[in-house]
């Protein structure tokens, strides 16, 4: 029988590819962060900053996402922008990649699927706010991130706040123990709780530098490991929001989401923008500011892991 080999169906940006095969460091950046984390104008604005902030670093920017169904590593800024102010925009974890490439729509892809295309671009880092996990009632609902199931499956180093304050933290954590995914704290023994430095849960390792996180993912690497290493880095102690101000704007929005039948893909979207239309900006200033030290972290964590490999 012959078999036609099938192309790559991942597009990957030439600068981005020289960069891997150079062994140069280069960061992944998700999509849906900006297709349907953050409100307009900010949303541009903050995937521009974040690229701008990884060059200037010395690092290859590779913001991730799908461009009339084409998967793509390596967004331009026409393609940035165009998936920023559309209202076409499909939210892509990592089964939308089939039905959107068949359909040629364009999406913003979450952290499972951006995972999974930087992996398959040979990146070995990437940096994102926060993470999707269990959802507050998944005993009944079943509504887990698909995020957990990309991590436990996919080899890279993520770095972010935690998962995001809306979630069930003390139940992600337990299917990330279940999963084996191995998860460090930056500087800190807390687990990261997104607007805040403490999510109320310890972490079960700590780490003083990238060097560190770079020779794990190098032991992980040679053992082979399937799963993600999570980096938890707090945001800086002054950005943080008020933890009591915080946590009574969140129990609004659940309630609010109940109330609205809100269920699935778009709970978190509209979680998101609850929080941030209730905050007078201080979550969307906190979420900004949180990515954006995730960002320089994540380059700091490629620089090692290259540096390890020449
Ligand atoms: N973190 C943010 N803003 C976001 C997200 C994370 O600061 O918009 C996105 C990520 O793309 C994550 C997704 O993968 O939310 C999780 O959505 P869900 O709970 O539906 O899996
Ligand atoms: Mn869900």
């Known amino acids: 029988m012959v078999v036609t080999p099938v192309s790559s169906p991942i597009r990957i940006a030439d600068e981005v590819r020289s960069a891997v095969a150079e062994n140069r460091p280069v960061l992944a950046l998700e999509s849906t962060i900006f297709t349907h984390g953050l409100p307009r104008p900010t949303n541009l604005e903050t995937a521009r900053q974040a690229e701008e902030n ?18 793509t590593v390596g967004l331009s800024d026409e393609e940035i922008e165009r998936l920023s102010l559309s209202d076409d925009v499909v939210k892509a974890s990592v089964r939308e990649l089939v039905t959107t490439a068949c359909a040629k729509q364009d999406a913003g892809t979450t952290i499972a699927a951006t995972a999974l295309l930087a992996q398959r671009a040979g990146i070995k880092v990437f940096s994102t706010g926060g993470l999707g996990g269990v959802h507050h009632g998944a005993s009944t609902t079943f509504d887990e991130s698909a995020d957990i199931l990309a991590l436990a499956t996919t080899p890279i180093v993520l770095v972010s706040s935690g998962a995001k304050a809306i979630l069930d933290i003390g139940a992600t954590l337990e299917r990330f123990e279940t999963y084996s995914v191995p998860i460090v704290g930056y500087r800190t ?16 390792a700590r780490v003083e530098t990238a060097d560190e996180v ?66 007078g900006g201080e979550s969307l200033r906190a979420n900004i500011a949180l990515y954006h030290n995730n960002v320089a972290l994540g380059c700091e964590v490629a620089g090692a892991i290259s540096s390890l490999n020449r």
């Open 189 to 204: 023994d807390r687990y990261p709780g997104f607007y805040v430095q403490d999510s109320g849960f310890a972490v079960p």
């Open 214 to 279: 770079a020779q794990m993912f190098d032991f992980a690497c040679a053992l082979e490991l399937p799963s993600a290493i999570l980096v938890g880095n707090p945001i800086p102690e002054h950005q943080q929001m008020d933890t009591a101000i915080l946590d009574e704007v969140i129990h609004r929005a659940w309630k609010a989401a109940e109330e609205a039948g809100v269920r699935g893909q778009g709970t978190t979207p509209f979680l998101l923008d609850y929080i941030q239309r209730h905050t």
């Open 54 to 71: 990884v060059r200037a670093r010395g690092v290859v920017p590779a913001t991730i996402g799908v461009v009339d169904g084409v998967p």
